[in-house]
């Protein structure tokens, strides 16, 4: 046996079981999203890139010894896997930067289409096909010395026990020294002001939206501090403005802000969440998508989050909570996925995550003892997932579907929060992280037509923010260009006691907006 065929195995391997570059992000970020531990994934991951290796270098050793005819149909088929294989490890490298998802469904579709062009080339061709075929398994062999790295960071990472910041956590404190009041904030992840209440498209209805506006203050002219919720919530939290972030291993955050510009240990105690307990306030959170239960510590007295962010392994059913070796059967079925598109949708994984977190709101909103209560809700952000005529969920539709379920969202918040027994003393703050991304979404396989008037192909970047205190009966329309952080130093006031209803938001608003 060559020492070369082993390396090509070991090369191999590696390209066919990528699963491992998420835990190779240069900021983390995918195991910050996602969480601890991985110990049961990495685990299937490692028998499965050592039966690949063992399998693939038997196969290269045993292939010269093949009757002629067969030999020559696998010395064609096999560098057209390997060549479809090296541009889905690229993809897949691609992705630790920047999300392109649809691209690399369209990618899958072509795997049987290079195999039949590539086979063919190389059985009738071989002269012409050589020189590519030699080269690609120089890479293999060139790609298997990666593994001196690669392995043991898994097995480190495997080896790691952190909880998971995913479950809920209780401590709660003593009653609260603040009275009844209770502040409950809901933000609406990429709710377009535009959509919702200037320019609502022909036949869409938004009549809880409506009627909460039509009773609150609401900022018209917001500006949004960025573009992407994994800086704009940190930063709502703490006041100060990410323009980076990183994360260890564990999940813990540091951030470059616009003004030190130098990485910031990210300190719960000086959010929102602090300054609430502080004040003598329990606070709870609900979201997704953001790992809050790990970022905020201490800081929240009852937690959940639902990430609605899956490892590439979870897409094909692997999980930690399934053993090593059933990991490691699961996770060749990638190949099969590939073939016949089997692989767990988009939208079937929103509406997974979407049940989740709804399922935890109430409990919070129900929970008189939580006097502060942020929750964070993964509509109308795509993929659709509603049927706007039948109001039922279900995988398609598009933000416009999305939209209206937000609207039916916050009704069955609002008749949760109007049933409490402190509803008379809450303060509903509902708002943003910020508007539909045209550009973004235009971008995607399902972009449809309605969008596309809908929007008018052009991106209106103001988020929502409407407030409404207990027992107002009125609206109020704020027009003054305000920055989005305005939310920060509002609700901080709120907790501190120094806005309590609408005449101290606007002697507020009248020293902010000159």
Known sequence: MKMRNVLEGVGAALLLFPYYLPFF??????????????????????????????????????????????????EALFPGLMLWSIVEFAIQGI?????????EIKWERSALPILLVSGVLAYFIPRAAQPLVRAIRFALASLAFSALWIVPQLIYLALLSTPVHGAAVAH??????????????ILFDELSYDQTFEHPAAGIELPNFDRLRAASISFSNLKPI???????????FTGASFEEFRSTIDGRLSYKDESQRRWTAYDANASLFGVAQQNGWNTGADGWFIPYCGILGSAVNVCYRDSGILLPMEEFGASEKMSVLAN????????LAALTQKKKSLANQHIETYE????????????????????????????????????????????????????????????????????????????????WRIRLWKSAGDWSAEQERVSGGKFDDRPVLLVHFPRQDSGQ??????????EHDMIA??????????????SYLSQHSR
């Not at 709660?172 to 904030?185: K, V």
């Not at 960025?226 to 709502?236: D, H």
């Not at 329309?477 to 305005?486: G, K, P, T």
């Open 493 to 506: 006031d709120m907790l501190r006691g120094q806005i309590n209803n609408q005449e101290d938001l606007a």
């Open 226 to 236: 960025g573009y992407e919720t994994s800086r704009i919530i940190p930063s709502l």
């Open 477 to 486: 329309d704020v027009h003054a260009a305000l920055s989005e952080m305005i």
């Open 95 to 103: 992705r630790l930067q920047h999300p392109i998802e649809y691209w």
């Open 356 to 435: 989740t977190v709804m399922a935890h709101t109430q409990v919070l909103i129900d929970d008189q003892q939580i006097r502060f209560v942020f929750l964070h809700l993964p509509v109308p952000h795509p993929p659709g997932i509603f049927d706007r005529q039948r109001h039922a969920l279900r995988p398609g539709g598009d933000y416009l579907d999305n939209l209206v379920l937000a609207d039916d969202t916050l009704g069955t918040l609002m008749r949760e929060i109007d049933a409490t027994a402190s509803a008379s003393q809450t303060t509903v703050v509902v708002t943003s992280d910020h508007s």
């Open 25 to 74: 992000h240069p900021q983390n970020h995918d195991l910050y999203y996602h969480g601890l531990p991985v110990t049961n994934l990495i685990g299937g991951l490692l028998v499965d890139l050592l039966g690949c290796s063992i399998l693939v270098t038997g196969f290269l050793v045993a292939l010269p010894h093949l009757p002629s005819t067969p030999r020559k149909v696998v």
């Open 328 to 335: 490691a059967a699961i996770v060749p079925n990638q190949f």
């Open 172 to 185: 709660l404190t003593a009653p609260a020294n603040n009275g009844s009041r209770r502040i409950i904030w």
